[in-house]
Structures are given as C-alpha cells and as structure tokens.
C-alpha cells in the first residue's frame, strides 16, 4: 500500500475503517477503552523518600510510569541480569492506590550500559537488543496500559524530513532497528499498546517544526510497513518563554488520529528559567502553555492521558538541569515544592474531569 493509498484507505468511511484498518495502526490492546487520565512519573527514592509524594501522586493521579527503573541501565546492570525489583515496587505502589502504570522505555540512544558497547558485532548486539525487549514486556505482560518502545528516535535539528538520530542501535543496526523493536514488543505482547515518543515538537521555533515534520514522516514509514505501532507520545516538555504551535499541532495530532493512532501527552513539565516575574506571573503563563497545548491536542479528540515528568516542583529535574539565573527555582510541575496545587494542575483537571 502506497502512502498516498494509505491516506485515502485511513480517511474513509467508518464502515471502511471498521473492515479493514491494518493492524499496526489499530491498538490491539484490551486497554483501548480504558481512558488513564492523569498521572506523574515518579522514581523509588522519591517514594521511599517522601511520604508526601506518595500521598499526591494518590491523591491527584490516575496512572504513573516509572521515571528511571524500565530503562536500561537499572534494568540491566549486565548481560546475563534483569533487575526488575525496582520497577516491580512502583507495579506494586500502583496497585495498592488503584492507579495504571505505563512503561518507558524499551530502546533509547541515550541510556545505555557500558556493557553493550563491548559488544563486537552486529548480528551479537541485534541479539542482545531483541532478548531485552521480549524479556522485558513478557515479564510485564498484562501489567501495562502501553509502552515507550523507541524514545526519541529524531535529531534535535534535523536537516531533511527523512533525518534520523544517530545512535548504538542505528549504528549496528542501521534503519531497521525501530520496525525490530516494535515487532520485538508485540510478538511480547499482543495486548499493549505500542508508543513512539519524540519532544521539541509542540512550540513555535524553527527547528521544532523541522523535527515535527520528521518525525510526522518516520511515523508514515513506519506505517507503510506495517510496523505494529499504535501511538505517538508528545513528550511536551515545554519552554515558557516559547508559544505553543496551536494551529501546527493541532494538525498534526488531527492527522495522527485519521491514520488510527492514539495520541498520549507523556512527560509534560515547563521550564522557566527564561521568565521574569514573581511566582504568580510565572505561573499564570505556565499554566497558559499548558492550556494552549491540550487545547491544540484535543482539538480532534480528548485528551485521554496526560502524564508530567513528576508531581512536585520539590522533586523535578528541571531544578537541577536549568537554573534560574535570580537563583530563584523553576516551578515546572502542577504542584509547588510544598505540595500545593497551581494554576497548572487547575488546567489539567479540566481536560481530565471527564476521563
């Protein structure tokens, strides 16, 4: 099927859609009319750490994903372990308080362990690679709503919409290793949804609208072959002093949904260090940046999972990648470093008051 066949077949009748949809752009999942809401991400030292960030994250969230423990390094601290006691305490954490739990992520180029790279060959790291995946989501099997499978799969300034980021896996795998991942995570499991997750695509500036328009054409490719790939993450990892792309975004995500995809918010947050003002300003235009994003998003649709990159402006790593230079902190998350609500979380329990 052509893309241009594609199009037209997605575009359809409902009776159309209905027959005949290939399956890599229908979520086979059993969750597919579960609606998450809203959730964090939140790591076991916070946990363990804070008895407040346990009590917000049940108090205001309907699912999490864990900040670290699914990803490789904590994962696999060698070739012959899996460590799952982690990420299995978070599994446990969110069925004690009722809440969902989603994973991130399978395959990334940025955290990898130093083991892999001693890996020689390619037909060893191909193998390496796909007994990660497969062991990873079978043993999470009909634990999860969904997966990031490849996580940010675009260069940050991509020179042409067939651009893809350099990375371990592309180098010994070359462009086949996202197709691989994602058939790896279904042949796992049948019933998880499968997600791509990019960032920097969501606000006006040039170089987030040249990414868009790649990652918009991995995302086609992908489909074109057939890929069992079911949703698109918008990372939304925000930048105050930068608009949101209304009438860009919204569609985007109006295109992604007439392909069969779900659209999910993963790791929001706003940092911002570029602003002046006292908190109140501050947080007023946050929590118009986020207004305006969810906005654009739920123009063809609701918004029906909304995840930030944490609760509490206490426990973000914003404070500690980007710092104000007043030495005042950043405020990137629903709720202040005391816990208390902002204008932030005002806005998404008002695109969630209905999930």
């Given amino acids: 099927m052509t893309r241009l066949d594609r199009r037209e077949f997605l575009l359809g009748s409902a009776a159309t859609l209905a027959a005949g949809v290939p399956a890599s752009a229908t979520p086979p999942s059993r969750f597919a009319q579960r609606r998450p809401g809203y959730g964090a991400a939140t790591n076991l030292w916070n946990l363990q750490a804070d008895p407040r960030f346990g009590e917000a994250i049940s108090t205001y969230c309907t699912q999490v994903v864990p900040e670290v423990e699914l990803k490789w390094p904590m994962l696999r601290p060698d070739a012959h372990t899996f460590a799952f006691e982690r990420a299995d305490a978070i599994l446990d954490f969110a069925r004690q308080n009722d809440l969902a739990m989603r994973g991130h992520a399978l395959a ?40 990031d499978v490849v996580n940010e799969p675009i260069p ?4 042409g919409i067939t651009d893809r980021r350099d990375s371990f896996w592309s180098q010994n795998l070359g462009n086949r290793w996202i197709p691989l991942a994602f058939r790896t995570a279904a042949a796992a499991d049948p019933f998880v949804k499968l997600a791509i997750n ?54 985007f995500v109006t295109e992604l949904r007439s392909w069969g995809l779900d659209v999910l918010v993963t790791e929001l947050d706003v940092d ?33 999972s909304i995840l930030t990159w944490g609760i509490s402006d206490r426990h973000s790593w914003i404070n500690s990648t980007f710092a104000r ?5 950043n405020r990137p998350l ?13 806005v998404i329990t008002r695109f969630t008051k209905d999930v």
Avoid: C
Avoid at 325 to 329: A, G
């Fill in 108 to 147: 990334w180029y940025h955290d990898i362990p130093d083991w892999t790279r001693q890996i020689k060959d390619a037909k060893s790291v191909e193998r390496a690679f796909v007994d990660h995946i497969a062991t990873v989501v079978s043993y999470y099997k009909d634990k999860l709503t969904s997966w």
């Fill in 325 to 329: 230079k007043d030495k005042q902190p």
């Fill in 272 to 304: 911002d260090q570029k602003l002046t003002g006292d908190p109140a300003q501050r947080d007023a235009i946050v929590a118009k940046r986020v207004d305006d994003l969810l906005t654009a998003i739920s123009t063809s649709g609701p918004v029906r």
């Fill in 198 to 251: 990019e960032y920097d695509i969501e606000q006006v500036k040039d170089s987030f609208i040249a990414k868009r328009a790649a990652f918009r054409n991995l995302i086609m490719d992908l489909l074109d072959q057939g890929v069992p790939l079911h949703a698109v993450g918008l990372q939304s990892h925000l930048h105050a002093e930068l608009e949101i792309d209304t009438h860009g975004l919204a569609e």
């Fill in 156 to 159: 940050d300034n991509p020179k």
């Fill in 334 to 346: 629903p709720l202040d470093s005391e816990f208390r609500p902002k204008p932030f979380m005002d």
